[in-house]
């Protein structure tokens, strides 16, 4: 059911667009309020899901931003210079140019949190440049778990400053986050090797603990599970689970080395802590707790 009817009053929250309305409607609207891009087709069986759940978030978001729904078969210009190839397509416009979007029919909770971005997006465009709305825009996708649309926004960045480092360590880390280790290490290397960042310098201490990751943790755990002092196994175990990405696991297998010999190989587990909480950032929940971990056996 389409909620356009219901919609259509003084909001005039959502409307069907077309090609000659496309400037108006959505370039010229998304410059003082953010409009999302619903590209779809009578045919299409998962549009006819997901135009519904788009409908009812921009109705709950009360105003804040609008929806036009393009039929591509009735309106193929602008679906052809946005590269859309499949469908359903969304994308979210802020003045004037897309800044977000997603292919398929997802689940209406990445639906709530798409707007909710859009909307603190929309919201910013007074109090700061383009460059940092889309860096803002990049790290709340990121949070939400949103990879592609960070990757999306981090590279706008790029095409605006391609030197930006905070860009550079973040579209790294969407790669890193999907599993392409090699793509994320090409990226890191845009910036210049002395550059110093904290979202970059992040994402460096990342793919060293990816570079140094064992592969056969199986028998790595069978040494664990025959003798729990084995030390060298569990250090391997931690960089295991840190070149996965399981910074949490790793922090409590060398956190349990340090407990059972603080000076072991010369500090060879603080060391690697040290790195796995530059990975997880400085400024994390997951550093912070560590440090104090670390504190309370060191200082007792």
Aim: aromatic residues 4%; negative net charge.
């Amino acid at each position: 059911m389409s909620l356009i009817g219901e919609t259509a009053g003084p909001g005039d929250l959502i409307k069907e667009g077309s090609d000659a309305a496309f400037n108006k409607d959505v370039i010229e609207a998304s410059r003082t309020q953010p409009v999302i891009v619903d590209f779809w087709a009578t045919w299409c069986g998962p549009c006819k899901t997901l135009g519904p759940a788009l409908e009812r978030a921009v109705v709950a978001a009360k105003g804040k931003v609008k929806l036009v729904k393009i039929d591509i078969d009735k309106n193929p210009v602008f679906a052809g210079q946005l590269r859309v190839q499949s469908i359903p397509t969304v994308y979210a416009f802020v003045d004037g140019r897309p800044v977000d979007g997603f292919m398929g029919a997802v689940p209406e909770s990445q639906i709530k949190a798409f707007v909710e971005r859009l909307i603190h997006a929309g919201g910013g465009s007074a109090g700061g440049s383009e460059v940092d709305q889309l860096l803002t825009l990049a790290k709340e996708s990121l949070e939400l778990g949103d990879t592609g649309g960070a990757a999306q926004a981090y590279a706008q960045v790029l095409s605006l400053e391609p030197d930006n480092l905070t860009a550079i360590g973040g579209l790294a880390r969407c790669y890193l986050a999907s599993g392409d280790v090699a793509r994320a290490a090409e990226v890191a290397a845009m910036a210049p090797a002395d550059a110093k960042n904290a979202d970059l310098d992040s994402v460096r201490a990342a793919l060293a603990l990816a570079k140094e990751a064992p592969s056969d943790v199986g028998a790595i755990e069978r040494r664990l599970a025959q003798n729990p002092d084995d030390h060298e196994a569990r250090l391997a175990l931690a960089k295991a689970l840190a070149g996965r990405g399981e910074l949490q696991p790793a922090v409590d297998e060398l956190i349990q080395i340090i407990e059972r010999d603080r000076d072991w190989n010369e500090g060879a587990a603080r060391k690697q802590l040290l790195t796995v909480f530059e990975a997880a950032g400085a400024a994390s929940e997951l550093a912070k707790q560590g440090r104090r971990r670390l504190s309370a056996i060191l200082f007792s």
